[in-house]
Each structure stands twice: as C-alpha cells, then as structure tokens.
C-alpha cells in the first residue's frame, strides 16, 4: 500500500504523459510562461508565439504534472532521448559542460540506453507555498486558495513529481543511466532521500551553479527504497516504475 505521501500527492496532482501535440503545445507555453516570463532565462525575441521549444525537443519525451482542482499544469519536465540511428549524437550536457576524465559515456551500446532529464520547470504559482512569490496567468496570485490544509505539505515535493515523470519516461524507453545538471539545492534534497547522482564535473555558471550529474537507476531506485521508502514509492507509482530494477 503506498505511504502517506505518494497517496497525498496523487490526490492533488497527476502526471499526464505529453504523447499528443495539443499537450506538447501546454509543455511549451508552460516552460515560456517559466523560462522566459518569470525568470527571464531565455529572450522572449527567440521564441515567439509564446512557445519555448530547441532542437532537443524532437527526440524528447515529455511530462506535465497537473493540479486536479483547478485544472492548471503545475510543472513539465522532458527527458531526451538516445539518437538510435546516431548514438554519438550529443547530448545538450555534453555541449555546455566540461567532464572529468574517464566520466563521459562514450561506448555506443550504452549510449543506447542514456538520457538526459531536462527542461524542469515549476509555475511560480506552486512556488508561492514554499516561499517563492509569483502567479502563472489564469490563477489568482492567492493561490492558497486552492489548496486544502494537507495539500501544502505535499507541494515542496514537486520536484519529486517531477522525477517521478522522468522515471516514467526511462522505464518505457528501456534507459538506465541520466545525464542531468542541477542546482546545488535539488542535488542536496535528492541526497537527503537516497536519490544519489555522480557528479562528473565541474559546477558551471549558467543561470547560477549547476552541477553536471549522472545517475544509474540500477543503484538509485533500491537505495531510495532503503532511505526513504516514501519516497520510492511516490517516485515509482508504488512500485509500478521501476526501470526493470526488481
């Protein structure tokens, strides 16, 4: 039976697989409505049309996490794919980031089953309850409205959400090993709960320190399991996701 946590989280959020383009279009507005008019990260000039897409987005899978009571989406993530037809294609963590040595994954065959989580993005509007001021459009600035007393011990734990749409992803595509760059306080949090990814080089500045990652579900999945069994269990859909770890 899936703990307290997982059960309190689905109850006030979902996560929708992006598998059509009206739902991949959501993703794109929703990562504009971040990157672009609350933190400014990317030029609105670059991307017009209100969308926020790169090159990486046609060999990405998508995810978006949907509040139930309003309806709104909360938050998206993507994970790229391996380029089957060209497994030495390069993944964005491998353009913008130098690698310690012998840490690169280079062997084709493995590279098969590499991804990249990317493109996280939480409205400002589900930041509010953990201090972060702000309103995605179409949802009052008040946003604790919306939510019920034990819905907002659930809300700091988006980003697990989040990874939880990722897990998903490397499950039905058959991956076992992540690239990621994170900030130094998600890399901390995901620790605290077992979640442990190899830094494989060194911090670099873009938009703040981000610290480049790679994670091998194989060990990650059962030593979550071991810290932090809630954890594992609303990561994993109670065990539904486990990337053929047990």
């Given at each position: 039976?899936?703990?307290?946590?997982?059960?309190?989280?689905?109850?006030y959020f979902e996560l929708l697989?992006?598998?059509?383009?009206?739902?991949?279009?959501?993703?794109?507005?929703?990562?504009?409505?971040?990157?672009?008019?609350?933190?400014?990260?990317?030029?609105?000039?670059?991307?017009?049309?209100?969308?926020?897409?790169?090159?990486?987005?046609?060999?990405?899978?998508?995810?978006?996490?949907?509040?139930?009571?309003?309806?709104?989406?909360?938050?998206?993530?993507?994970?790229?794919?391996?380029?089957?037809?060209?497994?030495?294609?390069?993944?964005?963590?491998?353009?913008?980031?130098?690698?310690?040595?012998?840490?690169?994954?280079?062997?084709?065959?493995?590279r098969r089953r590499l991804g990249?989580?990317?493109?996280?993005?939480?409205?400002?509007?589900?930041?509010?309850?953990?201090?972060?001021?702000?309103?995605?459009?179409?949802?009052?600035?008040?946003?604790?409205?919306?939510?019920?007393?034990?819905?907002?011990?659930?809300?700091?734990?988006?980003s697990l959400g989040l990874f939880?749409?990722?897990?998903?992803?490397?499950?039905?595509?058959?991956?076992?090993?992540?690239?990621?760059?994170?900030?130094?306080?998600?890399?901390?949090?995901?620790?605290?709960?077992?979640?442990?990814?190899?830094?494989?080089?060194?911090?670099?500045?873009?938009?703040?320190?981000?610290?480049?990652?790679?994670?091998?579900?194989?060990?990650?999945?059962?030593?979550?399991?071991?810290?932090?069994?809630?954890?594992?269990?609303?990561?994993?859909?109670?065990?539904?996701?486990?990337?053929?770890?047990?």
């Open positions: 039976m899936a703990t307290d946590l997982c059960t309190a989280f689905n109850q697989h992006a598998d059509s383009d009206q739902l991949r279009e959501e993703v794109f507005r929703l990562r504009y409505q971040v990157y672009i008019v609350e933190t400014g990260f990317e030029r609105c000039e670059d991307h017009p049309n209100g969308i926020e897409r790169d090159v990486f987005d046609e060999r990405s899978d998508h995810y978006l996490l949907r509040h139930r009571a309003t309806g709104v989406y909360a938050a998206t993530a993507r994970m790229i794919l391996p380029d089957l037809s060209a497994p030495l294609a390069p993944f964005p963590i491998e353009r913008h980031c130098p690698f310690y040595d012998g840490l690169a994954i280079r062997d084709p065959e493995a990249e989580l990317s493109r996280f993005a939480v409205s400002k509007a589900f930041k509010k309850r953990i201090g972060e001021a702000g309103s995605l459009i179409g949802v009052s600035g008040k946003v604790d409205m919306y939510f019920e007393p034990d819905e907002r011990r659930v809300l700091p734990h988006l939880a749409a990722e897990l998903r992803m490397m499950h039905e595509h058959g991956l076992t090993h992540g690239y990621a760059v994170m900030e130094p306080a998600l890399y901390r949090l995901l620790g605290r709960f077992g979640a442990t990814f190899d830094q494989i080089g060194p911090a670099v500045d873009y938009h703040g320190e981000r610290i480049p990652c790679l994670g091998n579900v194989n060990e990650t999945l059962p030593n979550i399991k071991r810290v932090a069994r809630s954890v594992w269990e609303l990561m994993t859909d109670a065990g539904r996701y486990t990337c053929g770890t047990e």
